[in-house]
């Protein structure tokens, strides 16, 4: 059986990244197909696979300005000759679920979120601050890409949900039944300190939607000391709303920013995001999350076991939960236990599971195994190709929900 992964980019290192890293060690030999490539911006691990990109790539300018070439991305997709695969695995929050696969191949797609900016455009459009004029261009190009963001939908034979919260976009959107399998994180790369210091953390992209701005005017006016790993364009406003008390660290290496989450006293999270892997890292540290009750966040932290909650994305609301905060609540044996739920080996025992069940019964190729393990004798395969011709097709489901895949079981469970 021969399987491709489809990515929608790999211009820089985020959670759909190391998704797409478990996918490539659950199918090492499976190549990966995707719209841009940029070597430097993403693991370099990504150099030893076999990677093919669309046309956009030989454009010029397409590496460092790929957020402009945005009506381009459909057509990369659309483009992109998977005829030669059974399998297709796209992993996706925008455009790679998109592909065209034979009519007899399997597409499963790992959602992130339906495309962000087109169905939740108003709230894009307002933290991003674009202009009159950028927001008068954007609204049809908008328009035309929900249209098609919807109609590529429905070339995926099965959705699985990063969480609940996309499950049920994923519902609201294209109509469609999802089973949610959480991402993996790599648990064993943090470890819990004997000792902690004062300082409250916060890691994350520096750009608009993820609401940096929110801690960064809370702990200026609380006072107590909050340090802020990562980088990104909206780096510059932010330390101009930042008091004294509040460090920008900048880009650090992975050990140093393990280091730092295991001695603070506790993570910030004040964006509302599909999943969120920044909490369960600090949560396999043993540290609790302070985050908006909004999002992958309600899936990950447990209130008041492994966390607190704000209920309103402001800083006055930020600032309550902060002054509630008390270290001596949590136990951080717990909230280890906890981020190991979230563990890789345990997500790719879901994925695996899931895809076998879809294999075994999908019309075409559960025959192709059958005939490929049955007795060789022609009499034996006439038999199996006659009982798979007969048997009905599978119908897609169409009631909205979003169960959570279990790793082993036959069932699922609600989540």
Sequence with gaps: MRIALVHDYLTQMGGAERVLL??????????????????????????????HTSFMRRLPGARRHH????????????????????LVLSDSSAFAKGVLTRPDALHICYCHTPMRWAWNYEDYIERERLSPTARLLLRPLVSRLRLWDYA???RVDYFIANSPAVGARIAKYYRRESVVIPPPVDTTRFQ????????????????????????????????????????????????????????FLGHLPDDDVCRQM???RALIFP??????????????????????????????????????????????ALMRAVARFDDAYFDPEAIRRHAEEFETQRFLRRISHFIDTHIATHPTLARRAALEDADPSPAVRAQLARQFDTSPLLDQPTLPSAPLASESADTLSPA
């Design 192 to 247: 819990p300190a004997h000792e902690h210091e004062r300082y409250f953390l916060l890691v994350s992209r520096l750009v608009p939607y993820k609401h940096i701005d929110i801690a960064v005017e809370a702990f200026s006016r609380n006072g107590l000391p909050l340090r802020i790993i990562g980088a990104g364009r909206d780096a510059g406003r932010l330390r101009k709303l930042a008091a004294r008390n509040v460090r």
């Design 152 to 154: 590529s939908a429905a």
């Design 271 to 316: 964006g509302e995001e599909d999943f969120g892997l920044t909490p369960i890292e600090a949560q396999a540290c043993g540290r609790p999350v302070i985050a908006y009750a909004g999002g992958g966040a309600l899936t990950s932290i447990v209130e008041g076991s492994t966390g607190l909650f704000f209920a309103e994305q402001t800083a006055d």
């Design 22 to 51: 478990a996918f490539h060690d659950l199918f090492p030999e499976a190549p990966i197909y995707t719209s841009l490539y940029e070597p430097g911006a993403v693991d370099p691990r990504f150099r030893e696979m076999e990677i």
């Design 67 to 86: 957020r402009w070439l945005l009506p381009l991305y459909p057509y990369a997709f659309d483009h992109l000759d998977l005829r030669a695969f059974d």
């Design 262 to 264: 295991a001695r603070c």
